[in-house]
DNA sequence: ATCTCGATTGGCT
DNA sequence: GCCAATCGAGATG
């Protein structure tokens, strides 16, 4: 019999958000919705800091999209780029900004269900980019500024214990990047973006 | 009200 | 590798 996985608790996410963005490699994501269950291995992930950060939705003081970074950790950031959805989990103690993008899933469950949504068989194309994941998966908007615990649909969750190589770039797709290296996934995964 | 610009993707050369 | 579509926000008038 296979032990329950332990949904992560909001104080996992409340320290540095490059610790986050590391740690969240190999976890679990799970989304149950009307039509059944989809979930993948988290195995590529960015961190984005505050107003010190070009790169950052933060870098420009508080707005409509970039306040929920101050929120409360665990609390979900989601907004549109170029007509996608982008996931990402507030990190640092509250009245910090800070948070984490989740840019790629290995997906392990409910395969036929995101090729459907997603209009591709290739399982290779169905949660590799930040904008395909939330596809594949089906998180809504609506989900924004929402706390992770409380959306009981959404599960974050616990991986295996494999053990895996984390590696390190620069971050995907910004005009402005740090000089530190702030995009982490596992090594040798074929479910990277790009 | 209108314009510009992405933390992107997919199709085509 | 290049490029157009996409849509909501932010800036500007």
Redesign the pocket.
């Known amino acids: 019999m296979r032990k329950k996985r332990e949904p992560l608790i909001p104080s996992f996410f409340q320290r540095k958000t490059k610790t986050v963005a590391k740690r969240l490699l190999g976890k679990i994501l799970l989304h149950r919705t009307e039509k059944g269950p989809t979930a993948g291995k988290i195995i590529e992930t960015?961190a984005?800091y505050g107003q010190e950060d070009p790169?950052?939705?933060a870098s420009?003081g508080k707005?409509?999209?970039?306040q929920t970074m101050w929120d409360k950790p665990s609390t979900i950031l989601i907004y549109?780029?170029?007509?996608?959805c982008?996931f990402?989990i507030v990190t640092e103690e509250k009245g910090k900004p800070g948070?984490v993008?989740i840019r790629a899933l290995e997906p392990v469950r409910g395969i036929e269900l995101m090729k459907k949504r997603?209009g591709?068989k290739d399982i290779h194309?169905l949660c590799s980019?930040?904008?395909?994941l939330t596809q594949a998966l089906d998180i809504p908007k609506a989900y924004n500024n929402c706390n992770l615990s409380e959306v009981e649909d959404l599960l974050l969750t616990q991986g295996t214990d494999e053990e895996f190589e984390v590696g390190t770039s620069h971050?995907?797709?910004?005009?402005e990047d740090l000089p530190e290296e702030l995009r982490f996934y596992i090594k040798g995964s074929s479910f990277l973006?790009r």
């Open positions: 960015e984005y790169a950052s939705r420009q707005t409509k999209i970039s549109v780029v170029h007509g996608y982008l990402n948070a993008l997603r591709k194309d980019g930040p904008g395909k971050r995907i797709g910004v005009s973006s």
